[in-house]
């Protein structure tokens, strides 16, 4: 808003960069531009102020699709006054010259012109499309279609307004249909992460069954090998007890060997020392044999008394002694 100060006779109008300000007096221009500062009558002075920055309008309006199916329709509007000169002719933008404030509503006046022209494009839009289809392309459609449509309208033209973009925000049917429709897509999601978890458990069930396999085949494996172990370990015994056993009879012939070979060699000794003894007895008796029977009896008493043990006192009676003189006597005789 322009910047107006008070003096006794007169008054000062300053504006801005953003506003245009066309002064009339006596139904001619005085003056007229942006960023305008002069003096004034207020008196004889018609003044107006237009903006000439970029405002945004945001919308929100209702429509029917070809089904009909009622959707909100949220979007946002760029424009701009590019006639400032041409706009004030056609819209009030007249301010009071004691306070600079607008007199009537100008924007609002736009705004409605922007928004009826908008909705009328976009109701005739989604009049031809189906709920899923203005709920799936709707928005780049208005965006495009209406967007062109209002830079190309003669009226808007003709009062110096260019709409700068049109940009469609959302399109939503009613909580109820857009519930009923979000179910299908919910089910759907829902069958997938089912089938997701499913997968997953059948994976988790497979991989515990190769797991069980896997333990069940190295049993098994383990098994044959202890089999084979225990198998070994028999045969090993059997080596083992069957070289112990030949090791045994080889030891056993050998001290049997050994055994008889000393029996021989005592038999052999035996032998010898019984022929020798007969061989020295064989010579004593042949050296004995022409001897009388008296010295025969005296070697014979000789060899008893020598094999007797020792006697401490011996009694000699005459009936001892009387058989052995007549004895020895037949013999002289």
Known sequence: MAEIT??????HIRGTATTHIQHLRHGKVRHSGVGQSFWFRPLNAVLSEIPVADREL?????????DFQDVTVQATMTFRFTDPALAATR?????????????????DQVAGLLTETAQ?????LLAGLPLTEALVGGVESLRNVVGATLTSDPRLAETGIEVVAFRVVAIRPEPEVEKALR??????????????????????VERERAISENELQSRIEL???EEQLVAQRGANARREAEEQAAAGQIGAEATAQQALTL????????????????AVESARLETRRDLPDAVLWTEALRELTGRLPDIDNLVVTPDLIAPLLARIGRSQS
Do not use: C, N
Request: glycine share 2%; charged share 25%; net charge neutral.
């Open 91 to 107: 819209v009030d933008f007249s301010v009071d010259p004691a306070t600079g404030a607008w007199l009537a509503t100008p924007l």
């Open 120 to 124: 009328q494009h976009s109701l005739a």
């Open 223 to 225: 098994a044959k090998r």
């Open 58 to 66: 945001p919308l929100l309006f209702h429509a029917r699709t070809a």
């Open 183 to 204: 179910t299908p897509a919910r089910e759907l999601v829902q069958q997938e992460a089912d089938r997701a978890t499913y997968e997953r458990r059948a994976v988790a």
């Open 263 to 278: 029996a021989e060699s005592e038999a052999a000794a035996i032998r010898a020392k019984g022929d020798a003894e007969v």
């Open 6 to 11: 008070r003096y006794p006779f007169a008054m």
